[in-house]
């Protein structure tokens, strides 16, 4: 049998639609599974109006279930005398059988009573109102709403419901709806009512009823008209997926139509312009050949032609969006950006850790340090003052309006140059939010990087020192994201930079400043530890092993750039066929001296075997090289210099008993494997490294 669910309702927010028609699919799984229905496929359509789910090929019936309970073991089921004990009763009674119909069974720890039950599945036809209304009851959203004298939450209200299975109506009722034959076509194209027969009759007449019920075809039915209607030769419509996504779930029905606007706004930046239509109204920009944009849009509306009076409306309220833009921008350019910067003195940016105008002040010290580590002197002054007016267009009326907050960076860098500031201080401005999410540009030129890594180590580190850190799902700074910034842009820069000092340089300032509050070593450790986990991430998307990656992280590193130098080594040695093995005997290396804790003293007078006077021999020469081998960062001389051991290793193991009945000795041979296990694990905690 063939099911359709079909829920009307008032038009939904279209970021609803997507999840509610994964949740409908994914319940009505699960309960398929719990319920043993097996069926073929589930396919899910949507509207702002409606959701609809499709059965196909739904089995008659539920499997037939044999279920076998074991009870307790057959000596404590049945006395002596061989009638049962109260245990014995006691599950007789819970499986609802009679004494006889027992069984025992054998199983690896004895004997054991047990009852079968044969279960007789069910019709699924008995099951199906059930399961539908329980589908409709459970769905959640983002927001729900309480309408009229309803007990139950939607996200808007209900209007109707159809369900069927194949010909045959399924009769359930939710908070007063009762499920029927009804459907409805499109809100202005449409029959108001229309009755459906079976299934097959619902997908046509809800296309004759100019309803697209398929979520892909919609877009795709967008995305070829945009591109055959909507252009000219030398123009492009922007058409970014987001956007479309979205528009694509705002109609039943798409046309997509061309509007214009007045050119004079074209003397507001682009961007501005884009955004609002973008964000505001949800149209999509043209731009010509050279990628500037014309004065010109698209627009999807809701219906199966154009519209004059449409096309008229919308260009209205675009117009009175874009006075809005330009009106701030020419306000603006009445004073220089710098102006802005005593009005961060009142913006909260959190209140243990002052306003944003302290926030910069930290940056600017945290920055003062980096430039000299990183020897950036002569990009100082341009750093400094990138910092500085960093955030001054927060406080504009482009952005502290709140109409156009995506822009926060692009506006600072435009009026930066508006002001008379040079290009690098302008740049930095923009590119120190960069990256913004997961996949975006990076900063190019370091005023941008340096002022990035600043501002965000200042958040993360300042919220871990007040107390404010990440759980779950909370993150309401974005620390996380903070993180992964930091990262990624010491990666793409190439910077010589441990985030162990980058952090103590950030803890300082904030203790300087009488801003920490929680214990300065712990807040160091739960830092490290955030920044750690990021770092993994990253190295695992880079394609590393999580174990190597662990044992590089595992010893202190100078610096990202030389972790990734050591996990390309190991990748490279690993390649090397007596690797595996190595790697197994400098664990049991490890493993031998892990527990010896007293002083580490090798006396050469005790080393009485060949085999522990050759690994001793083979430990000092490695020690008188391996200081000048990790100076030029030679990690695969280092290495390789390990491997050349593993015979030598391996004899000792073969021919020394470590645990000696002479106390001294055996002290001895520990002391000497101590001392290989340390200086093997320099680079990286090869004990921690899997055998594949």
Not at 238 to 255: R, S
Not at 644 to 667: H, L, R, T
């Amino acid at each position: 049998m063939n099911i359709l669910l079909e829920i009307g309702m008032e038009e939904i927010p279209a970021r609803f639609l997507k999840p509610a028609l994964n949740d409908l699919e994914k319940n009505i799984k699960i309960y398929l599974k719990e319920n043993r229905v097996a069926f073929e496929e589930i396919k899910t359509y949507g509207t702002p109006r409606r959701l609809v789910l499709s059965i196909l090929n739904l089995a008659e019936k539920q499997e037939d279930l044999n279920i076998l309970n074991q009870g307790p073991a057959k000596h404590i089921a049945f006395g002596s005398n061989g009638d049962l004990t109260k245990a014995g009763m006691g599950f007789v009674k819970s499986q609802g059988i009679e004494a006889t119909d027992l069984e025992i069974i054998e199983t690896s720890k004895g004997e054991y009573i047990a009852a079968k039950k044969f279960v007789k599945g069910k019709e699924t036809k008995t099951l199906l109102p059930e399961a539908l209304k329980g589908l409709i009851e459970g769905l959640t959203f983002p927001k729900s709403m309480k309408w009229s004298d309803k007990k139950m939450k939607f996200a808007r209200p209900i209007q109707w419901i159809l369900a069927l299975s194949d010909n045959d109506l399924v009769e359930f009722e939710v908070e007063g709806y009762k499920s029927g034959r009804i459907s409805r076509g499109h809100r202005f194209f449409g029959e108001k009512e229309f009755t459906i027969n079976n299934i097959d009759d619902y997908f046509i007449k809800i296309r004759d009823n100019n309803v697209i019920i398929d979520i892909e075809e919609r877009k795709n039915m967008i995305v070829e008209m945009i591109n055959k209607n909507c252009s000219s030769v030398g123009e492009k419509v922007v058409i970014e997926d987001e956007l479309l996504d979205e528009v694509t779930n705002l109609v039943e029905y798409p046309y997509p139509i061309v509007g214009t606007f007045n050119s004079e706004f074209l003397e507001v930046p682009q961007d501005v312009l884009i955004i609002s239509m973008q964000v505001h109204q949800r149209y999509f920009p043209i731009l010509d050949s050279e990628g500037n944009l014309l004065p010109k849009f698209v627009v999807v509306r809701n219906g199966i032609d154009g519209s004059e009076n449409v096309k008229k409306g919308n260009e209205k309220v675009l117009s009175a969006r874009l006075s809005d833009a330009r009106f701030f921008y020419q306000e603006d350019l009445k004073k220089p950006l710098f102006k802005n910067v005593e009005k961060l003195k009142h913006v909260v940016f959190q209140k243990d850790l002052g306003t944003i105008f302290q926030k910069l002040e930290r940056s600017k010290k945290i920055a003062e340090k980096l430039i000299d580590i990183l020897g950036f002197e002569g990009n100082k002054s341009d750093i400094l003052r990138t910092i500085e007016l960093s955030k001054a267009d927060l406080v504009s009326n482009m952005i502290g309006e709140k109409e156009f907050t995506k822009l926060q960076g692009f506006m600072g860098a435009e009026y930066a140059l508006k002001s008379g500031e040079n290009e690098k201080v302008a740049k930095g401005i923009e590119e120190h939010y960069y990256p913004r999410y997961q996949g975006d540009k990076l900063p190019q030129n370091i005023e941008g990087v340096i002022t990035g890594i600043c501002d965000r180590i200042d958040t993360l580190v300042g919220c871990f020192g007040v107390g404010l850190i990440p759980s779950g799902s909370k993150d309401p700074f974005a620390l996380r994201r903070s993180a992964l910034g930091i990262v990624n842009i010491i990666f793409n820069s190439k910077l010589d930079l441990s985030i162990d000092e980058l952090i103590n340089l950030s803890l300082n300032v904030l203790e300087t400043d009488g801003v920490l509050k929680k214990n300065k070593e712990k807040v160091k450790t739960d830092v490290m530890e955030f920044m750690n986990q990021r770092i993994i991430n990253v190295f695992l998307d880079k394609g590393y092993r999580r174990d190597f990656i662990m044992a590089v992280l595992s010893v202190k590193n100078e610096n990202l750039l030389e972790v990734e130098k050591k996990l390309l080594t190991l990748n490279e040695v690993s390649s090397n066929a007596n690797f595996n093995e190595l790697v197994s005997l400098l664990k049991r290396v490890g493993n031998i001296s892990k527990d010896y804790k007293d002083k580490v003293n090798i006396n050469e007078e005790l080393l009485k075997e060949d085999a522990e006077k050759s690994l001793y021999n083979f430990y000092m020469e490695f020690v008188s090289i391996s200081e000048e081998i990790l100076g030029k960062n030679d990690y695969l001389i280092y290495l390789k210099t390990i491997l050349s051991g593993k015979e030598i290793i391996d004899a000792f193991f073969d021919s020394v008993m470590v645990m000696d009945k002479d106390e001294n000795i055996k002290n001895n041979r520990l002391s000497l494997l101590t001392s290989l296990n340390t200086i093997f694990n320099r680079v990286a905690n090869l004990s921690l490294i899997e055998i594949k």
